[in-house]
């Protein structure tokens, strides 16, 4: 993948994440890759309060390529935690 894939191309987000993301000033997977998904989350969020945590998940598995399901099941304590200190 090239850094300027668009995160409209990528597998696991649908168009809803993808305009909250244009929203929040999120297009590409570099941006995504610089930021991170929890970042990436956060400033989301700041844009549309209903951004859940699926769009984390989601995010998550666009950077690691790992079914968001299985994101979601082993990795949730550790990006709520991340998420956590993130916000503090």
Same mark, same amino acid.
């Given at each position: =993948? *090239?850094?300027?894939?668009?995160?409209? @191309? =990528?597998?696991?987000?649908?168009?809803? /994440?993808?305009? =909250?993301?244009?929203?929040?000033?999120?297009?590409? !997977?570099? &941006? $995504?890759? &610089?930021?991170? /998904? #929890? %970042?990436?989350? #956060?400033?989301?969020? +700041?844009?549309? *309060?209903? %951004? /859940? !945590?699926?769009?984390?998940?989601?995010?998550? *598995? #666009?950077?690691? @390529?790992?079914?968001? &399901? +299985?994101?979601?099941? +082993?990795?949730?304590? /550790? $990006?709520?935690?991340? !998420? @956590? &200190?993130?916000? +503090?």
């Amino acid at each position: =993948m *090239s850094n300027e894939t668009q995160l409209r @191309d =990528m597998k696991g987000l649908g168009p809803k /994440s993808c305009e =909250m993301l244009t929203e929040a000033g999120i297009t590409t !997977l570099e &941006q $995504l890759r &610089q930021l991170g /998904s #929890v %970042a990436a989350y #956060v400033k989301t969020r +700041q844009c549309h *309060s209903r %951004a /859940s !945590l699926n769009l984390l998940w989601a995010l998550e *598995s #666009v950077l690691t @390529d790992i079914p968001w &399901q +299985q994101i979601a099941k +082993q990795h949730r304590t /550790s $990006l709520l935690l991340a !998420l @956590d &200190q993130y916000e +503090q």
